[in-house]
């Protein structure tokens, strides 16, 4: 059960990831080439980081030319910094349900 409830959370990760990519990020050249990676930081919880990292992390930086940095944290923590900075700079957030429908009824977060 643990394994399918891994697998699936990072399923649903990179999929957000992958939709959640930030146009600004990464400047182009005359000829629409990349000059530079994505940055992207993705809040999220401390769990199983490390097969988290290997798994989707890692290789979603390379196929996405993109470099992810981590805010790690129980979900009260990193909601809290988001309200207390909203422009905060996370791309992408995931949180219980009760902080994520807070921050959605305060108008914290971007329609993607």
Excluded: W, Y
């Amino acid at each position: 059960m643990k394994k399918l409830l891994l697998v699936g959370l990072a399923t649903i990760t990179a999929l957000t990831l992958a939709a959640c990519g930030n146009s600004e990020s990464a400047s182009t050249d005359d000829s629409g080439e990349s000059k530079g990676n994505k940055q992207l930081v993705v809040s999220t919880f401390a769990l199983s980081e490390d097969i988290v990292r290997r798994d989707i992390i890692e290789p979603f930086e390379k196929q996405e030319n993109a470099s992810l940095t981590l805010d790690l944290g129980n979900s009260a923590d990193r909601f809290t910094k988001l309200v207390n900075n909203p422009n905060e700079a996370i791309d992408v957030i995931e949180l219980s349900q009760n902080n994520a429908t807070q921050g959605h009824t305060d108008g914290l977060f971007e329609t993607i």
